[in-house]
T-cell receptor, first 120, second 116 residues
Framework: AQKVTQAQTEISVVEKEDVTLDCVYE???????LFWYKQPPSGELVFLIR??????QNEISGRYSWNFQKSTSSFNFTITASQVVDSAVYFC?????????????????FGKGTKLSVIP | GAGVSQSPRYKVAKRGQDVALRCDPI?????LFWYQQALGQGPEFLTY????????KSGLPSDRFFAERPEGSVSTLKIQRTQQEDSAVYLC??????????????FGPGTRLTVT
């Protein structure tokens, strides 16, 4: 069974502060994929990043960065110099690795989300 | 290009009514997923299609839930005899297909179902 835990339910920061969203996962798969999605007030889930379990390199994209640590089963997300437009619910998600049986389903297991409020 | 579209965006049903929710995936995406998102929770997997084949329906909560994708494109999620606990946002997602890689899923705006 797969499980994703986002312990922070809500976070409030003042604009321009840095903020880190935590994600801890559990899986028995030797290969798997991790994702982050953003859900703004409009409701549509927006894909941010996909990372496979083979690649532990940290990634930076503009103000966003991700820290994947297999040893602690964590995939944390940092927003640098936060902006009001970053206000949203952020979800971490996990999918199984390749299944060569032909019937694999890369269904996503989501955490409960972290609601980020950036105050001007 | 066009993203995933869903209709209707909002649906109010009286308890006991049947409802049908539609999903138009991104053109060329072989994989299609349905998720249910309760208020304040993360989405939960319902079912998965590869083209027209429903390969995984392990997340459907009861036999009142039924999904189909007869021509491998548009999909319909049907809920029979709706109950109040069915009230949620129903999300559809599509992705590229590969046996070796889990590609990112692109989500539609969802259908918010309210059962009164």
């Amino acid at each position: 069974a797969q499980k994703v835990t986002q312990a922070q339910t809500e976070i409030s920061v003042v604009e321009k502060e840095d903020v880190t969203l935590d994600c801890v996962y559990e899986t028995r798969d030797t290969t798997y994929y991790l994702f982050w999605y953003k859900q703004p007030p409009s409701g549509e889930l927006v894909f941010l990043i996909r990372r496979n379990s083979f690649d532990e390199q940290n990634e930076i994209s503009g103000r966003y960065s991700w820290n994947f640590q297999k040893s602690t089963s964590s995939f944390n997300f940092t927003i640098t110099a936060s902006q009001v437009v970053d206000s949203a619910v952020y979800f971490c998600a996990l999918s199984p690795g390749p299944s060569y049986s032909g019937a694999g389903s890369y269904q996503l297991t989501f955490g409960k989300g972290t609601k980020l409020s950036v105050i001007p | 290009g066009a993203g995933v579209s869903q209709s209707p965006r909002y649906k109010v049903a009286k308890r006991g009514q049947d409802v049908a929710l539609r999903c138009d995936p991104i053109s060329g995406h072989v994989s299609l997923f349905w998720y249910q998102q309760a208020l304040g929770q993360g989405p939960e997997f319902l079912t998965y299609f590869q083209n027209e084949a429903q390969l995984d329906k392990s997340g459907l909560p009861s036999d009142r839930f039924f999904a189909e994708r007869p021509e491998g494109s548009v999909s319909t999620l049907k809920i029979q005899r709706t109950q109040q606990e069915d009230s949620a946002v129903y999300l559809c997602a599509s992705s590229l297909e590969s046996r070796e890689v889990s590609y990112e899923q692109y989500f539609g705006p969802g259908t918010r179902l309210t059962v009164t």
